[in-house]
């Protein structure tokens, strides 16, 4: 189904098409080459800069993984989220976070078979096979209307979700399983476009 908001298309897919644009009233479509139960990066980027509730920003150590800090100088802050498009519109926006650090050198954020969060040096793929990812977190709104505040699903660990846990005096970026019957502020994250 398509849909115009705000006299602007709303880009689906269709039985196969992809409507990639609307000129003069006219409906444009391409052909998709998703196959089922996959991912292809969309052009869609958003630089972005990520807090907690207590506005701690999120900070990466490619080698350490990543945490909050109040008080932070040059270190990388600003992180890239690249949507993908996937063939199951109902989980939320299919997105991967990635990061450079002071050497420009590219990380991306990846989750393990154990729920524990890593970096692994280069980008994020084009294009992802299968019905899970470890790259892949389902952007969805923390609470409805909220347009700055969102939660994020791993698409390789159902029902868990990136939030912070306080380790060793730190705010520290972890997974961990949500329940859907209570507003947990551990998963609620900030994202301030740059």
């Keep these: 189904m398509t849909s115009i908001k705000d006299g602007k298309p709303v880009f689906e897919e ?11 009233d006219i409906f444009i479509f391409e052909e998709s080459d998703l196959q089922a139960d996959t991912w292809k990066k969309a052009k869609l980027l958003q630089t972005v800069i990520i807090q907690n509730y207590f506005d701690e920003v999120l900070v990466a ?11 932070y100088g040059t270190e ?22 990635t990061i450079k650090d002071n050497n420009q050198k590219t990380y991306f954020m990846y989750c393990t078979d154990e729920g524990t ?15 899970s990812s470890r790259i892949i977190f389902y952007q969805r709104h923390f609470t409805q209307g909220d347009a700055i505040r969102f939660k ?3 698409a ?13 005096g730190k705010h520290k970026l972890v997974m961990k399983p949500k329940s859907t019957d209570e507003l947990d502020d551990t998963v609620q ?3 301030t476009k740059q």
């Design 76 to 97: 990388a802050v600003l992180f890239d989220l690249k949507a993908y498009r996937n063939t199951n519109e109902g989980d939320g926006l299919s997105v991967s976070f």
């Design 61 to 71: 150590f490619p080698e350490d993984g990543a945490e909050f800090l109040a008080n």
């Design 189 to 191: 994250f900030k994202l």
């Design 14 to 24: 269709i039985n196969n098409l992809w409507l990639c644009g609307v000129e003069e």
């Design 152 to 154: 994020f699903e791993s």
């Design 117 to 131: 969060l890593r970096f692994q040096d280069g980008d994020s793929p084009n294009f992802i096979e299968g019905n």
């Design 156 to 168: 390789l660990k159902k029902g868990y979700y990136l939030a912070f846990r306080h380790e060793a």
